[in-house]
């Protein structure tokens, strides 16, 4: 059995591996992997992997292939918690992803009390955690920061019900830490300082994934949807992209 030492921890990746019993690689790739446990799933990888709710960062990290046992020592890992959001510039503009564009204006047009909700959008596209999930995950990352617990709830109630059949188990864990306000740490900074360096960072994250949260997130804020009195105050600009 290979035994490794994390350095940090999210919270969905502590309460899976907290247990101390053995995690059975499931998914591996260049830099990280997706191990599980009866506690759920964590995503294990060196730092460049970036902190997250899945994540722990190990000493050494490399490699193992599917199927392999691996013991993560979580005593000392330093848990991660998002930064709080408390920008009050003006949200920056972003353009919808192509790959979503209908069934994403139709969910921003369901936030808004316009029209069904776009069942489609959930589990739609390639890759290891689809365009739509990315989006609809950015969304509720996005609200939940800024106090906007009614709406990120709807989302919720909406998407995680369908993430049980349309998506994969990885995107499903996405979502249920995005439906809790908590993703990768580049997208909190960015919803921190609306500062577009961070959209680079979210650029290298998968192949779109990174993009497509900040899509949502971004693009949510903009949504003219009641917001709960103890928010943070945002500024809106006219946006083309709704």
């Known amino acids: 059995m290979i035994g490794l030492r994390a350095r940090s921890i999210g919270s969905a990746a502590r309460a899976a591996l907290h247990a101390g019993a053995p995690a059975r690689v499931f998914a591996s790739f260049e830099r990280s992997c997706y191990v599980e446990t009866p506690s759920g799933i964590a995503c294990i990888g060196g730092p460049g992997l970036g902190l997250g709710p899945l994540n722990a960062i190990v000493e050494d990290f490399e490699s193992f292939p599917v199927g392999n046992s ?44 316009e029209g069904r909700s776009p069942d489609e959008l959930i589990g739609l596209g390639p890759g290891l955690t689809p365009a739509g999930d990315d989006f609809v995950g950015g969304a509720m990352i996005a609200l939940r920061a800024f106090g906007r617990a009614g709406p990120a709830g709807r989302i919720a109630a909406w998407a995680l019900p369908l993430a049980k059949d349309r998506t994969n188990r990885i995107s499903r864990a996405h979502l249920e830490c995005a439906a809790q306000g908590e993703g990768h740490e580049a997208l909190h900074d960015l919803l921190c300082t609306f500062d577009r360096k961070h959209l680079e960072r979210l650029a290298r994250i998968g192949h779109s994934s990174g993009m497509d949260a900040a899509a949502g997130a971004l693009l949510a804020l903009s949504v003219n949807i009641p917001i709960a009195h103890e928010c943070h105050c945002v500024n809106r600009s006219p946006r083309g992209t709704l």
């Open 70 to 113: 691996v013991f993560i020592e979580i005593e000392k890992a330093a848990l991660w918690k998002p930064r709080a959001s408390f920008s009050t510039g003006i949200v920056p503009e972003i353009e919808i992803p192509p790959s979503i564009e209908k069934p994403a204006r139709a969910f921003l047009a369901w936030l808004r009390n």
